[in-house]
């Protein structure tokens, strides 16, 4: 027989001891008898052909007790009870019931054993100590892998991050030891904040806790309290139901056109006396007639507007660090581009602080404007009431100026689709490529090496590396396509 007999009852003396005569007399057929009590969920009395030993069984480990010739019934489940409290709190119980074990052994009362080897603690465990050592809780959790996982992404996707995995600080999951952590947790956490917030939230929260703790047992298991268990059940069990929708909505010229015009006429919304500013029009006018990401084009700095030396007359070159830039295939890759007199003079029409380091400066001195400004602009624009202080509201008595003006709703990144559907048209699909900075296949290290390159000489002779000439007949076609369609909407609705 390749199982243990299996027997469930209320365990007492009488049943330890015909278990010891069964083993005294070579009685103990098959590989033996497991007898479960019902008195404590996992307690076992397990006689072997050799021994009777007591045994807690858990969902994930099986761990001694004791022998059953010196560890009493109400012992063993004082030992099961205490043993799997250590277990839930991530502590290894072992060192602790062989203390147990021994006082039972040389004659100790239950109270005298349990004094001995499960002794209360008299100051409670620090956090810092807590951190260092272990048990982690799941704040601690969070801290630790938030100090690790920040530093590795850039500033704006680490706010980002921060704030997913933050949300998950609440008063189920705060002060839980993360051994103790079940999938009920964190179904619940997502469906909170799928109700507080969107389900695209709830899975961006709950893949954050994935990763912290896929982190935390392959690499600090033992503080995490995951020394006895490796099965990531958190891979498997705790799924959203959401998928990311591939945006596909391509603005036609003239709505890019009308939207222009219609932010230039209304700049006050709502009666808060509250005027869009100059630099959030320059930096929408710049959008429409680059399509660089939002993030880098507010960030443009005066100092890396240059001339283009060699190029047609008038013309310059906005450059971005690396480190500006979106990532391509996980390397920092600079960008330039050249900029035709008509569009840097419509952008210029809005650049009514030269003095600052910024082309469009925030109103907090010393920075850049902020990316969302231009997705505020927009809001107001289409009519979207704002929650306020104390429950206030901003209301927008204009209504929804999109729709009175025939223009369907469109994002920042929309732009990059517009411009190089259009030059697509005009046969200049690689000027928009090369324009919107998209991924050109590269040899292995030459990545770094531009970056090594960029840095080793000046941003004047780097930028004839940028592909300028191919660049430049794309930005003036797309150019004289945004102007001109500015001109006729203007036209129609002055």
């Known amino acids: 027989m390749s199982t243990y007999t299996r027997e469930r009852s209320r365990l007492t003396a009488a049943d330890v001891k015909r278990a010891l005569a069964l083993v005294n007399g070579g009685k103990v057929t098959g590989r033996g008898i497991d007898h479960a009590d019902v008195a404590v969920p996992g307690l076992i009395l397990r006689t072997t052909p050799l021994a009777v030993t007591w045994l807690l069984k858990t969902r994930t480990s099986t761990i001694r007790l004791g022998a059953g010739a010196d560890v009493t019934v109400a012992a063993a489940r004082e ?28 004659g100790a009362s239950v109270e005298d054993a349990v004094d001995a080897a499960f002794p209360e603690s008299v100051e409670a465990q620090s956090d810092e100590d807590r951190r260092r050592r272990g048990p982690w809780q799941w704040q601690d959790l969070v801290e630790e892998f938030l100090a690790h996982k920040l530093p590795q992404l850039r500033p704006r996707w680490a706010r980002q991050f921060e704030g997913h995995l933050r949300r998950s600080l609440d008063p189920r999951l705060t002060r839980a030891p993360v051994s103790a952590v079940r999938p009920d947790d964190l179904l619940a956490l997502r469906d909170r904040v799928a109700e507080e917030r969107t389900q695209s939230a709830a899975a961006d929260t709950v893949e954050a806790c994935k990763a912290a703790l896929d982190w935390a047992l392959s690499l600090h298991s033992h503080r995490a309290g995951f020394s006895h268990s490796t099965y990531p059940w958190w891979r498997d069990k705790v799924r959203v139901d959401y998928q990311a929708k591939a945006r596909k909505h391509t603005p036609r010229l003239d709505e890019l056109a009308r939207t222009l ?3 230039e006429r209304h700049r006050a919304l709502g009666g808060t006396g509250k005027r869009t500013s100059d630099a959030v029009l320059g930096a929408l006018w710049a959008t429409v007639l680059t399509g660089q990401r939002v993030t880098a084009l507010t960030g443009t700095r005066r100092a ?24 391509s295939g996980g390397e920092e890759v600079p960008h330039g581009l050249p900029i035709p007199p008509a569009a840097a003079a419509a952008i210029a029409r809005w650049d009514t602080s030269p003095g600052s380091e910024f082309l469009f400066p925030s109103t ?41 003006h025939r223009i369907r709703p469109w994002v920042r990144h929309d732009v990059r689709r517009t411009l190089s559907a259009y030059l697509d048209m005009e046969r200049l699909g690689g000027s928009a490529s090369a324009i919107l900075g998209h991924r050109k296949q590269r040899t292995p290290g030459e990545h770094a090496q531009e970056r090594e390159l960029a840095e080793a000489i000046t941003l004047r002779h780097y930028l004839h590396g940028q592909r300028l000439e191919m660049k430049a007949a794309g930005m003036e076609a797309w150019t004289k396509a945004v102007l001109d369609a500015y001109e006729a909407e203007r036209s129609r609705l002055a």
């Open 364 to 404: 907090v001195a010393g920075q850049p404007l902020a990316g969302n400004a231009l997705t505020q602009l927009a809001a107001r624009l289409q009519g979207k009431s704002k929650a306020g202080r104390d429950g206030n509201v901003t209301l927008r008595p204009e209504a929804d100026l999109f729709a009175l």
């Open 79 to 106: 030992a099961a009870t205490r043993a799997r409290l250590d277990l839930k709190g991530g502590v290894d119980p072992r060192p602790d019931l062989r203390v147990f074990e021994h006082a039972m052994k040389t």
């Open 261 to 263: 015009f219609v932010a």
């Open 304 to 327: 890396s507007v240059v001339p283009w030396e060699g190029g047609p007359p008038g013309w310059v070159v906005w450059s971005w660090s690396g480190e500006e830039m979106k990532k």
